[in-house]
């Protein structure tokens, strides 16, 4: 309808032959927006990178350039492409040697192999972020930070996140950027865990920030009833004399009982 007003002048045989033209040399997109056709153009760099690709090719490139950084699975290509395995493998494998487009391992699934354009970088929810290292949860880097983190706050006392943050980046501790939200992930978990304390409170220019500071009370690591077998058992309300479970047959607690087998009473 907008072409039609914008060119009414020109007839609908030399408009139908200029925008062939177009999609051939790649210079406009076709989009279905609903139940109307939507012309899009293409940028003068994406015409230069994808000049000699086929039509699967185009296809497969801007179903993973819509993807953004989170990618696209294979198995999502094909439904939405229609197009056969065979064909589909045959246009990833030629937008990979190109430098088009690249493989990513997910987190989430590592036998799920998800696409997305060559010259972006992974989201978090696919890499998982800082915290994992080829698809692994790194649990030695985050011993270290909160180790680092926790000397660091016991030092100086009392320190706000932008100056932990700033700390972590001159250490050097990590081959990665961390953000002030991956900072702020470290120090909630010693939070949690009862070794740090945080207060909101009014800075220098009278705003409100979040101080931290070593806890005054840490919260135990055990306790007298923790420190039974009973304690711990995920079965404790199936134990009953007589049953499957009971005290008279329980390894654990003939273990735990052993030291006192000799004492004299």
Same mark, same amino acid.
């Given at each position: 309808?907008?072409?039609?007003?914008?060119?009414?002048? $020109?007839?609908?045989?030399?408009?139908?032959?200029?925008?062939?033209?177009?999609?051939?040399?790649?210079?406009?997109?076709?989009?279905? #927006?609903?139940?109307?056709?939507?012309?899009?153009?293409?940028?003068?760099?994406?015409?230069?990178?994808?000049?000699?690709?086929?039509?699967?090719?185009?296809? *497969?490139?801007?179903? *993973?350039?819509?993807?953004?950084?989170?990618? *696209?699975?294979?198995?999502?290509?094909?439904? /939405?492409?229609?197009?056969?395995? #065979?064909?589909?493998?045959?246009?990833? /494998? !030629?937008?990979?040697?190109?430098?088009? %487009?690249?493989? $990513?391992?997910?987190?989430?699934?590592?036998?799920? /192999?998800?696409?997305?354009?060559?010259? #972006?970088?992974?989201?978090?929810?696919?890499?998982? @972020?800082?915290? +994992?290292?080829?698809?692994?949860?790194?649990?030695?880097?985050?011993? $270290? #930070?909160?180790?680092?983190?926790?000397?660091?706050?016991?030092? /100086?006392?009392? %320190?706000?996140?932008?100056?932990? &943050?700033?700390?972590?980046?001159?250490?050097?501790?990590?081959?990665?950027?961390?953000?002030?939200?991956?900072?702020?992930? $470290?120090?909630?978990?010693?939070?949690?865990?009862?070794?740090?304390?945080?207060?909101?409170?009014?800075?220098?220019?009278?705003?409100?920030?979040?101080?931290?500071?070593?806890? !005054?009370?840490? *919260?135990?690591?055990? @306790?007298?009833?923790?420190?039974?077998?009973?304690?711990? &058992?995920?079965?404790?309300?199936? &134990?009953?004399? @007589?049953?499957?479970?009971?005290?008279?047959?329980?390894?654990? +607690?003939?273990?735990?009982?052993?030291?006192?087998?000799?004492?004299?009473?």
């Amino acid at each position: 309808a907008d072409l039609e007003c914008h060119l009414a002048a $020109v007839s609908v045989q030399d408009r139908a032959q200029a925008i062939n033209a177009l999609l051939s040399t790649r210079r406009v997109e076709l989009f279905r #927006l609903g139940d109307k056709l939507v012309y899009k153009q293409v940028d003068a760099q994406d015409v230069a990178k994808l000049k000699g690709c086929s039509q699967d090719d185009l296809v *497969i490139y801007q179903l *993973i350039k819509a993807s953004n950084t989170t990618g *696209i699975w294979t198995k999502d290509l094909r439904f /939405k492409s229609s197009l056969s395995q #065979l064909a589909m493998s045959k246009a990833l /494998k !030629t937008l990979e040697m190109r430098k088009l %487009v690249k493989a $990513v391992k997910s987190v989430a699934s590592k036998n799920r /192999k998800v696409y997305m354009l060559f010259e #972006l970088e992974p989201s978090k929810e696919l890499t998982g @972020g800082a915290w +994992y290292t080829e698809q692994e949860f790194d649990a030695a880097f985050v011993d $270290v #930070l909160r180790d680092h983190t926790l000397k660091f706050i016991k030092h /100086k006392s009392r %320190v706000t996140l932008e100056e932990l &943050c700033e700390f972590v980046s001159c250490t050097g501790m990590s081959k990665v950027e961390l953000r002030p939200d991956d900072v702020l992930q $470290v120090v909630n978990t010693l939070v949690f865990d009862g070794l740090v304390d945080s207060v909101e409170e009014p800075n220098q220019d009278n705003d409100e920030e979040v101080f931290y500071f070593m806890a !005054t009370l840490e *919260i135990p690591s055990a @306790g007298p009833f923790t420190a039974i077998p009973c304690g711990v &058992c995920p079965v404790l309300h199936e &134990c009953k004399e @007589g049953g499957v479970v009971s005290p008279s047959t329980c390894a654990y +607690y003939k273990e735990w009982l052993a030291p006192c087998a000799n004492l004299e009473w």
